[in-house]
Structures are given as structure tokens and as C-alpha cells.
């Protein structure tokens, strides 16, 4: 582990804050938060939608939250004399915390709200919404970061993802990046965020009946058998080391999508060996760095790790990274129009081949 | 039907274009497209995404489309004596003809291509995309038409609908708008789009699986109670008449969401009565402002028409118009971040009811 100590602290609205700190810092659990913070907005709900079978959830407060402030009053920078931020410390290396406007929560006692009417059933918004500080950099991005900082963040995320996965209730843990306000992310600072899915997400859930589904036609793992072909294909493939190999899907939706995966089946991240932990970084930061250089200005993207479920179905989980843009051109953005966002229905006009060639050359 | 002429000609790289006047003029097929066009570009595949089983097309072509002309060079427009448009004529209704950058096509001859790794089969994308101006109007909008245009463009999408329904291959006829650049839109001059897909889209797919289970189940139609259950209700209506409602989802996932449904049960547009074409028109356009006085500006929106699939679960199709926007206030939009975009679960800011009662109050 590169954190050599973890100290956990309650800020002033109950919500829990963890250093992982790089260096010995028990010190940082010494400042608390200063602030006078609002109680907790009620929670979300889920409201099922029977026309598709998927469960939406409603989270009224989240329009309120704080949106594109100036970088002397940004919430995760640490705390100075003149701004007390999210963060009481002066200073820290990673650190993790539950999301203010959460869309899901464990803290906050839901209404009671059983229907809507006979065909929408409600359900009380549980699980949790964590925020990931990467740096106390404001300025610097994830691409920026050291490979042992990198391995810090993957230290924390594992720690999180056990964590959460033992939340009564808790059905997945996703953590992910949005970078770029072209994603809309609403805080500059470079962050990524963790939600704890009470239901099991619709993608997730494709992806366990199509796996499923190989297993019992063909007997074996179908992540295996996809990684194992683009390997062997390589056309698709942008970088790759002893542990890990970072493709361009064969049907990729987005105009730049890579996926990076380990060699070896785990479920989660937690389940990574130190090896492959160390072994994440160099190739992760290789690939975000040509991201970057693919129209020579910072590359709006989501960075989404697929993990196992935590009950039924884990077994078919295997862990990989999801990282794509929408940026199609260097001034042209994908847009979810009429055919992805009412039907589905993906329609990429950069050829995946050439998509890796591009990311391979530079 | 207001259509009172349909004129059919040809562009002059073989592309279909189709006149509906409402009055005669069938002097609008005396006007020959003079350019030259290129040759039509190459035709897009579609690939098989083993991981999540769905079929993503894929169009290199699409990347130089047209991208935001200025208006004097408009394609949508009649053409000029200065100008040579999509449309010879030099003026029109309605009209409709085949996109000159198609996802998928009828008339190109694939190149043969049979799979790229053993998980991932290819197939032609055959089908067919076609565009339809609403108005030579270039500075109008839908929702400025008058019911009676309304009317003509719902026959001309009955007429698109049932013909290109016998296209061989083809699995559902898609009629849908995408209005304003925050959607993505590349043309200004109001106009919807219609693709005819060569698969069943992966939301009709759930749409269909959610209803035969349910069918099952009760014996009963899933859209049929689902409406009724929403008038019943109420407290979701936007607006009504004798034959459509107008009624925010109980589980939307966008924050302005509105379906237009008619009382009675029919699988597509063609199926649509003389008086409930005539009763749609009012109340869409009503909607419509409704959407356009919210944030004092025209707003984005996505316009979709689901139609029963034209082959295996056509009896369980409903026909629906499903209208959303991303903007969630006057300032913000709603982006599909790594929760939607990644893991396909939505957080929806803004509650239902609230967002019918906004739009009743209007």
C-alpha cells in the first residue's frame, strides 16, 4: 500500500472525511471543520419506470449544488485562514468524502412514499455518494499525477469499494472520473466521485445477462474471451504491459473509447494484486496522456471503472477501466441526440482501427 | 389527408425527395437538382458489442457532414437562383428526402466484411435515413407551424412510415427531431430526421421485453395501464383532449420529459384515425410553448416517436411521442455524466410532479 496511514474525521454536518495520506500525517484528523453546514438535504428516491424495467432516481436537491465557483472559494482545495473548504486540513495527499448533495445516502432517513400509482413503485434512495480528491493541486489534472499517486488513488478506491460493498442494501460500486466542463463537471479541482448503486445500473445489468448468457452457450468467461481476441487481434490494441492491455473496443460507441483491463479475472479492485496495482499507473497515464495530445488541448472525458456486483451475478464481474470522450474533432463534440438518447441506438463516425492507430502514433 | 400532392423526384446523386403540398403543385417535380454531387459515400457497418449484446453502426462518412452553414448557404432552404439547396424547388411544405450523410442506407452496396475477432460479427448497415423540413421558413420552429402544417407533417410521416416499414431488413421506422445546438444540432432550418434501423434499437428491446413480461404476467397491455394509471392521476397531466394526454412520466429521467400518448392503442402513425392526426396537432404545439415559455427561450429538446417494431413484437408496441429536454435550468443543462453515460442509471434533478406543475402553471 502506499498510504502509510489513514485517518478518518466527521465534518460538521456528520459526514464522513478520510486522509490517505502518503506520508505519516496523523496530525491532518487534528483540524476539524469550522463550519456551520446546513442539515442534510432528505434523500432521493428511486422511482421504477415499468415501460423499460429500470429504476431513475430523483435527487430534487442536487439542483442546488455549488456550480463552477472561483478557484478561491473552490470546496476541495484544503482549508486556508481566509476559506474553510470541504477539506479542515492545510494539506493532504488523497482524500475521500461523502458527497454534500448525494444521490444516494445511508445517513438520511427517506420519506415514507411507497407508490405513485400501482405501475410506478418508490423505493428510498439508499447507499452513498462519495467525493475523490486525486490532488491538493488545483491546477494539475489526473493525467498530471505521479504513477505513485496513481497508486494511492487505486489504494483508496480499493479501500472505498470494500468499504461500501458491506452498506446493507448496496447492489455496486462505481467509481469514475468526469473531466472537462464540455462532461459537465460542476468543480474544477481534479476529482472523481464514488456511488454506491442501491439497484444494480442498467448498463451492469446488460452486461450480466449478455455474460450469463455466453456461459451457459459456450462454458466460458465472455470479458476473457473479448480481451483475449483483442489481444490477439491487435489492431485495436493502444498500449499494454505485463498486467494490463488498453483496446479500442471493436464496436466502440464514442468517437475515443479505450478500455483498459488486467490480464488476470478479478472482480474488483480490491482484488488486484500489488503487481497489477503498480502495474496500472505507467499504462493508464501513457493512454491519458494521448488522450490529451489527440487535439492538443485537455480532453473532456468520463473515466468509468466496471466492477463486479456485490450479490447475485459476482461472478460473472470481470474488473476493467472505461475510458471515453465526446470530443469527435478537435471543435466537434458527440452529442446524444434523438437516435442515442431516445432509442439507444449508438451511430460512431470515427472507425474504432482508426481511432487506436491515432492514439498509437502520437 | 392535408397533403393535397406528393411529387416524387430524384437528386442528382439518386437520393429520393418527396414534395407534400398542400396544395396541387406538381410543378414542384419540373425542378432538376443542377449540381453535381460526389458519388454517395460508403455504407456503414454495424458491430456486435458482445459485452453489453447490442449492435452499434458505425459511419466514418458521417464526420464531414455538414456542420453549421451559414444561412445564405442553407440545404434546407429552396434553392435560390444563387443557391442550389437539397430541395430544387423554389419553395415547398413539407418535404422530405434521403440524408446525403446516411446512417444507414438502402442504395450503397457494403463492402463485405464478415467479423473483426470471433466475438465481434459485422452486417451491412442497410436500412435507410431521410430528413424532413418542416417549413421553408428558415427562422421558424416547430412549434410555430400551424395545426394544419402539423397535420401535414404527421401524414408525411405516415407516408414515410408505412414505406419505408417494406424496406427488406428493416426492423423499426424512427421519426424524431433534435431542436438546438445544445443538442447537437448542425442545421438551424427546422426539420426533424426519420431512420429506418436494421436492428431493433436496445431501448424498444427493453420497451418490448418490459411488455411481454408484463403481458404475461396480467394479461393486460404495459402502455395501456401505465397511461391510464397517469390519468387517472392526474398530478402528472400537462394537457389533454378527446384524444391524447400530454402527462410527465412518474419515473422521468430528464428534467423536463413530457409523453404524448393517444387513448387508443395503435401500433404506429399510420394507424392513427383522421381525428386523432387532427387532435394532435393543438395539443403538441400547446406542449410545445409550454416548453418554450419555461426559461423565457427556445428550448433544446429531443422529439422522439416510438412505433411498434415492424416485425416479431409488433403486437406490443404503443405508439408514443417521448419529448425531452437536457436543459434543467435557465442557465444549466442536464449532461449524461458517468453515472448515465457509463452505467446507463439516471439521477434526475428535477421531481416529476414539480416539473408538470411548472409547465400546467405556464
Known amino acids: 500500500m502506499t498510504f502509510r496511514s489513514r485517518t478518518a474525521i466527521r465534518l460538521s454536518d456528520g459526514r464522513e472525511l478520510i486522509y490517505f495520506n502518503e506520508e505519516e500525517h496523523t496530525d491532518r484528523g487534528g483540524y476539524p471543520d469550522t463550519r456551520h453546514l446546513p442539515t442534510p438535504p432528505p434523500a432521493s428516491q428511486l422511482r421504477y419506470d415499468p415501460l423499460v424495467d429500470e429504476w431513475v432516481a430523483v435527487a430534487a436537491h442536487r439542483q442546488t449544488r455549488t456550480f463552477l465557483p472561483p478557484s478561491d472559494a473552490c470546496p476541495l482545495c484544503p482549508s486556508t485562514p481566509s ?9 493532504y495527499d488523497v482524500v475521500v468524502f461523502e458527497n454534500q448533495f448525494p444521490s444516494f445516502s445511508d445517513r438520511i432517513k427517506p420519506d415514507e412514499v411507497t407508490s405513485l400509482t400501482d405501475m410506478v413503485p418508490v423505493r428510498p434512495g439508499i447507499g452513498r455518494c462519495e467525493v475523490v480528491c486525486f490532488t491538493s493541486d488545483h491546477n494539475s489534472s489526473f493525467g498530471s499525477l505521479s504513477p505513485c499517486r496513481v497508486r494511492t488513488v487505486v489504494d483508496a478506491l480499493a479501500d472505498r469499494t470494500a468499504e461500501m460493498s458491506r452498506i446493507t442494501g448496496v447492489a455496486q460500486v462505481f467509481p469514475f472520473e ?56 491487435a489492431v485495436r490494441v493502444v498500449a499494454s504491459n505485463e498486467h494490463w492491455t488498453a483496446y479500442v473496443p471493436a464496436a466502440a460507441r464514442w468517437p475515443y473509447e479505450v478500455q483498459l483491463a488486467p490480464h488476470r479475472k478479478v472482480p474488483d479492485i480490491p482484488a488486484l494484486s500489488d503487481q497489477e496495482r503498480d502495474a496500472f499507473g505507467p499504462l493508464y497515464l501513457d493512454v491519458l496522456r494521448r488522450f490529451d495530445a489527440l487535439f492538443g488541448k485537455p480532453m473532456p472525458y468520463i473515466s468509468a ?34 437516435s442515442e438518447s431516445a432509442m439507444g441506438a449508438f451511430v460512431n463516425d470515427v472507425v474504432p482501427e482508426n481511432a487506436a492507430e491515432t492514439l498509437r502514433a502520437l
Open 83 to 91: 476559506f474553510a473548504s470541504e477539506i479542515p486540513a492545510p494539506g
Open 178 to 233: 468526469n473531466r472537462g466542463v464540455e462532461i459537465g463537471v460542476t468543480l474544477h479541482h481534479p476529482h472523481g466521485q464514488i456511488y454506491a448503486y442501491p439497484t444494480v445500473p442498467p448498463r451492469t445489468q446488460q452486461m450480466l445477462r449478455a455474460s450469463a448468457a455466453y456461459l451457459a452457450r459456450t462454458g466460458r468467461d465472455l470479458y476473457t474471451d473479448t480481451l483475449a481476441a483483442e489481444r490477439a487481434a
Open 305 to 338: 471503472w466496471h466492477q463486479a456486483v456485490v450479490g447475485e451475478g459476482r461472478e460473472l464481474g470481470y474488473l476493467h477501466l472505461q475510458l471515453f470522450s465526446i470530443r469527435r474533432a478537435a471543435d466537434k463534440l458527440k452529442y446524444l441526440a434523438g
